[in-house]
């Protein structure tokens, strides 16, 4: 095995440039697939944080007395998925949007009467945050003959998953590109080898070389390469990560964005499916010459 070790590594520096051009080939589609693959990733937590804190504002009929409050509240609680309801007097509400508001409260200083209604702020199970299941809940509580209006945020959270599922379909097409192209590269440098070192392979075959004996070497240097592309690839996606993520915490996203990079496990993955670029690449080359 050092031999055919040592034949693969005198192949890839006799083809310095060709070898290198691979390499790099290899490390730009583990960059531009890993870059895709991280920001799909830190934004689906997003979301699901999103999703986590998702609160349903039910404003009542002006109508409703307070004696009603404590009846509706029980109601509302009853419902399947809600966690819990917190009554918001329309007084308390608007005492928390001057506080809001700060400097700009002044504006309220001129109401003759508070305009704000009563409202119950809902929130729901953790097993009740995705779109579907909010949305029966929104359903059952519109019909409530005490509700005037509500709000709540998962339309638009339902809006962006879905500009996220079109970020992750084209992260597969470009993945799938650059997968192929790379396999056409290594296929290729493999090939331009077995050229230049055709006469060569003719004669161990003429002295009684096995197929085994001469096409190891290859597969050795395909997977070699596919190594170098997959380690200089994730070394320079955790560079440029760590730089972006630094940035990003020290600006206006502080507290709010917690990045993470691939688990090792996933790296180790990364590493392999490279080498496993670099076997394929080499196989289909042989599949070109099979007189070789």
């Not at 990733?41 to 998702?54: E, P, V």
């Not at 009554?87 to 305009?115: G, H, V, W």
């Not at 990560?241 to 090792?264: A, E, P, W, Y």
């Amino acid at each position: 095995m050092i031999i055919f070790f040592r034949r693969a590594v005198q192949d890839i520096l006799r083809n310095r440039i060709l070898n290198m051009i691979t390499v790099i080939t290899i490390a730009l589609s583990i960059i531009i697939i890993g870059s895709f693959a991280i920001f799909i990733i830190n934004t689906n937590d997003i979301l699901d944080s999103w999703k986590q804190c998702t609160r349903i504002m039910v404003y009542l009929r002006p109508d409703i007395s307070k004696n009603e409050i404590p009846g509706i509240k029980q109601k509302i609680i009853g419902i399947y998925g809600v966690k819990s309801a917190k009554f918001i007097a329309k007084d308390e509400a608007l005492s928390l949007l001057r506080n809001k508001m700060k400097r700009q409260a002044a504006i309220l200083d001129n109401l003759r009467k508070n305009p704000l209604p009563d409202a119950f702020e809902i929130e729901m199970t953790p097993s009740c945050t995705d779109k579907r299941k909010i949305e029966s809940i929104v359903t059952v509580i519109e019909s409530l003959p005490f509700v005037d209006d509500l709000e709540y945020g998962q339309r638009w959270i339902g809006q962006f998953a879905d500009i996220m599922r079109l970020f992750r379909l084209a992260g597969f097409a470009v993945g799938g590109l650059f997968f192929i192209a790379s396999v056409f590269i290594v296929a290729n440098t493999i090939r331009l080898v077995l050229y230049s070192r055709r006469e060569e392979v003719e004669i161990m075959r003429l002295v009684g070389a096995t197929e085994k004996f001469i096409k190891i070497p290859f597969f050795i240097e395909g997977i070699i390469q596919g190594v170098l592309g997959g380690i200089i690839g994730v070394v320079v996606l955790y560079i440029a990560f760590v730089f972006i993520s630094s940035n990003l915490s020290q600006g206006m996203l502080t507290g709010f964005l917690s990045l993470r990079f691939f688990h090792f496990k996933v790296l180790c993955s990364i590493i392999l499916c490279s080498m496993f670029v670099g076997w394929l690449g080499c196989f289909l080359s042989f599949i070109h010459f099979k007189r070789i």
